[in-house]
Every structure is written in C-alpha cells, then in structure tokens.
C-alpha cells in the first residue's frame, strides 16, 4: 500500500498540497474544520514564484479568467499622491521570470485549487484537536484516523504544530489590517501608499477587475490579546488617516460598515518543523507579516516541494529534505516583511528622505530588488541571471 497522507486545513496551504500530492500520485484526504472553504471575501498578490508552482499544477487557464494582471506596482506618498518608484508588472514580470504576477479574490483561488482536487478529498466539519504518537490525528469530537504522514496546513495557531513542536509565542506587530472590497473604478495598478505610522494598499481583483482590494494597515493599540480578528469602525478607520491624500480620502469615504480589522502577527522563525512522520505548511511554520505579500505564496511553495519529496523518498528523508530546502527561503521572507513593519512607516524626517531616495533608486523595492524572490523556481531553486 502507499503512503496515505492526511493534511489538516483547507486553506491556500493545504488545498495546494493536496493537489500537489495528487499530481504527484499519492494518496492524501484533506481534513478542515469549517463547515465549507471559507476564505474571506478579499485580495491576494501572487508573485510569479507563485503563479509558477499553480501552472505547473494545471491551474493556468483557470486563473487566467479570473485573475487581474495589474500593469504596474506604484509606491506613493501618504501626502500628496506623488510616486516614489514604480516598476512594470505585466509583460517585464512574464519576460524575466517566465510566469505572471496576479492580484485575484481569493473565494477565486480557493475555487480553482478545490475544482481541480478529486470530490470527496476534503471532508469538512473535522477539527484537528491533536496528533498523537506521530500518526494518530485526535479530532475535536473524539473521533481519531490513523496515517503515515500528517501535514498541518492549519494556520498560525496550528495544532498539528502545537502538538508535535515546542510551544513559541506569536508576535504582536502592534498593527492590525482593515479590509474592504468596492467597486472598482481604477486602472490595473497595485497602489502602496507609505506614511506615518501607516499604510494603505488598494489593487483590482475578480473576472473583469470588478472589484478594488484595499487594505489600511494602521496601530492597534487597544488590540484584545485573545482576538485574532475584530469588528472595524468605518470612523476610527478615516480618523486613522486624517491628513492623507485626495486620492487615498476618496477610497475611505467610498468604505462602508461591516468592515474588519486583523490583528497582524508573526512568529520567530523556526528551526525545524519536521518530525520522520509529521511536518508543516504555511502560516503552520512561518507565519508573516504580510509586508512583502508572500503568505500565501510561499505555502504555495511548499506543497510543491513537500509534494516532490515525499513523491522521491520515504516520509523520514522526503520531509527532511522538505524542511531544509524551505528553511532558509521562508526565515529570509518573514523578517524582511517584519522590517517592513519599520521602514513603511517612518516618521517624515531624515530616515525617511533616505528611504524615498532608495526607493526612487530601485534599491529596496524594485524588480531587480526582489528577483531573488520572484524568480525562485521551486523545481531547481533560485534561477541564475533572472
Ligand atoms: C491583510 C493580509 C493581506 C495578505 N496579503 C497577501 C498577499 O497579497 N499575498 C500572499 O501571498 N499572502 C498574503 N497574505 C498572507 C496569506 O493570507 C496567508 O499567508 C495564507 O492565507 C496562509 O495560508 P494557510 O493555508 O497556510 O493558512 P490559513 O489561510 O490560515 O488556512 C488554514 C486553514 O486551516 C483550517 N484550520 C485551522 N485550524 C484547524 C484545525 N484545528 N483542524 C482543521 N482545520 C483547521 C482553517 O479553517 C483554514 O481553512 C495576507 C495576509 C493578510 C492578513
């Protein structure tokens, strides 16, 4: 018999592993707690280190008709709208790195990866409560399944990593992200306005770039310790951003009740996150702020390489081999989006003149800034020369 594989969590991480598993040709169920996919109702950026790992799984024309491929990412000034670096995205992004850069509505990406995954791998309702012994998943009703390989695929507060890891504390950023969806009346352009203490992002998503993505990262001081996500206030979120610029006051005031903040956390990277018989996946094992917009894409990442591990070796030596191609990748991307934290919020001054002049540069953020992590090629790792 082969090797059967249980992923906790439905998310981007674990659908992706799944599919990745079954191209793969290895026998894998995926266990989630929700009662259906459940992926909020909001935006994600997939760099072509991402966009790649999907086509090589077949999801190309399925995103192709529903992703926005935006023409260019722009920083800006909180102040005045005017723009501190823009690089091209559509067309120089496929060129130099072989694959697109999309911003799509995840309901979009969760129902392309379940469409392409066979009926009857995921079961929904199951909430992972512990495993036990390496290959024993308890589940929250008492009910326990037996496998050789259990991933979890279920987020910052995993129990599949609670159980089979030492216990770290998250860390709070001391910012939370509100979200909101309108409709949309801009070019295809990923806009970042810097500030103060603040940042605002806002790009199109959804079949025909229906929709604009916009999400306001500001301080969360009153943050409830327990509380991973919170009702939002529309007049709290417009006071936040008091003073900005026209075009930033013209997207709050088109902002409406509910909305909802986030609290943005992360945790220390880990040194391993593997045992011979479980491992992890995602925001499981390295949870980001999303300062760099890479979360998702790097559990996409993963599941390819988990996948082509455990399809080459047996489940000790593929989910070593796993952890220690992602171990470094991973640990790189979660303290550069936490030095975001600093450098997209500087107070005007001296650091921040600084800033805006490596900006304008190309030094920080630009395409050749950030090739090391759009052209990593999860098959043969970073690609020479790109
Ligand atoms: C404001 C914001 C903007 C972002 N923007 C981007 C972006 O542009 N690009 C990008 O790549 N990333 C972005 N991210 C990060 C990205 O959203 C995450 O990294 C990504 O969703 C992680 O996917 P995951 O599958 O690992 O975990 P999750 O999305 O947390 O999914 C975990 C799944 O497991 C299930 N689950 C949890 N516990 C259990 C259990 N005990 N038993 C069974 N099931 C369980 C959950 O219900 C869920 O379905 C952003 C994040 C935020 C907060």
Redesign the pocket.
Known sequence: MGVRIIV?????????TALALVRAGLDVRV????AG???IG??????PN?TRVLDSLGLGEALRDTAVEPVATRFLRWADDSVLTEWPLAGQVRARFGAPYY?LY?PDLIAALAAAIPAGTVSFG????AVEDGRTVR??DGATETADVVVG????????RTSTLPETAPRFSGMC?Y?ALLPNDTEPVVRIWLGPGRHL?AYPVGRGARLLNV?C?APADDWPDESWTAPGDVTRLREHFDGWSPEVRKILDRVTEPVYR?G?HDREPLPRWSTPTTTL????CH????F?????????E?AAVLAASLATAGPAEALQRYEARRLDRTARIQRQSWGNNVSYHLPDGPEQARRDEALAGGAIMSLDALSWLFGHDVRVGDRPGV
């Open positions: 906790a969590g439905g998310g981007i991480g674990g659908l992706t266990v989630e707690r929700a996919f459940g992926e909001a935006g994600v950026q997939l760099g991402a911003t995840r199951r909430q992972v409560a589940f929250a695929a279920d987020g910052i507060h995993s129990a599949v992200a979200r992002v999400v990262v986030w943005l996946v995602g925001d499981a949870p980001m702020l999303p760099l917009a890479q979360g998702g894409a790097q559990a996409i993963d």
